[in-house]
């Protein structure tokens, strides 16, 4: 079974700074999707920005990029120039064939 | 506006007192699908459709039901709750199963809906 690691609980960063957010996937499928999701305090789930297994360049999407690392399983997220709108919780998933399996999410703090 | 309506936002109930969660798409969606948020545990797919008449078993299916007779429509039935399932639950929807290029499989989240089972 596919599963997801966020191994940071809680991450916080100094508005205007970067910040990079982990997740680490297991999975045996060459086949599959990765994504980031936003969670703000109104608990909508906002999709961030995905990336496509067998793409090697990195998605970005303004100032929100990746780092893939296939071979590692790697899956990271940076910040750039963080707002204080970006403070929320953030979830790493990945799918593969059908399901999509999430991580136990990051909760990002942004400090004036 | 396109979006994906749940309700009720927020539902107290009682051990065994079945209820039924409603999730509606105006985006024509054939893929929805129902996740339980749990603190520390993150998103849990419940149940997902595929198309009308089409649903499968998520990771944690034990204690739901779903049925999708329209396409619009994918409502979550708690038979008899427990307080176990007390927990945050959000329905989504795509145009095609997640992860489709071209932004197909992008999926769209409802609100969410708070549920308290004593």
């Known amino acids: 079974a596919q599963t997801v690691t966020q191994s940071q609980p809680e991450m916080s960063v100094q508005e205007a700074e970067t910040v990079t957010l982990s997740c680490t996937y297991d999975?045996?499928?060459?086949?599959?999707?990765l994504f980031w999701y936003k969670q703000p305090p109104s608990r909508q789930m906002i999709l961030v920005i995905r990336?496509?297994?067998?793409?090697?360049q990195n998605a970005t999407e303004n100032r929100f990029s990746v780092n893939f690392q296939k071979a590692a399983k790697s899956f990271s997220l940076k910040i750039s120039d963080s707002q204080l709108g970006d403070a929320a919780m953030y979830f790493c998933?990945?799918?593969?064939?059908?399901?999509?399996?999430f991580g136990q999410g990051t909760r990002l703090t942004i400090n004036p | 506006e396109a979006q994906v309506t749940q309700n009720p936002r927020y539902l107290i109930t009682v051990t065994g007192k079945k209820l039924t969660v409603t999730c509606s798409q105006n985006?024509?969606?054939?893929?929805m699908s129902w996740y339980r948020q749990d603190p520390g545990l993150g998103l849990r797919q419940i149940y997902y459709?595929?198309?009308?008449?089409?649903?499968d078993k998520g990771d944690v299916p034990e204690g739901y039901k779903v049925s999708r007779k329209e396409k619009r429509n994918f409502p979550l039935i708690l038979e008899s709750p427990s307080p176990n399932q007390t927990s945050l639950y959000f329905c989504?929807?795509?145009?095609?199963?997640?992860?489709?290029?071209?932004?197909?499989?992008?999926?769209?989240f409802g609100p969410g809906t708070r549920l308290t089972v004593l």
């Open positions: 989504a929807s795509s145009l095609r199963p997640p992860g489709k290029t071209g932004g197909r499989g992008t999926q769209y």
């Open positions: 985006m024509n969606h054939e893929y």
């Open positions: 459709s595929m198309n009308v008449e089409v649903t």
């Open positions: 990336q496509e297994a067998y793409k090697q």
């Open positions: 998933a990945y799918r593969g064939a059908q399901k999509l399996v």
């Open positions: 999975t045996s499928e060459s086949d599959y999707y």
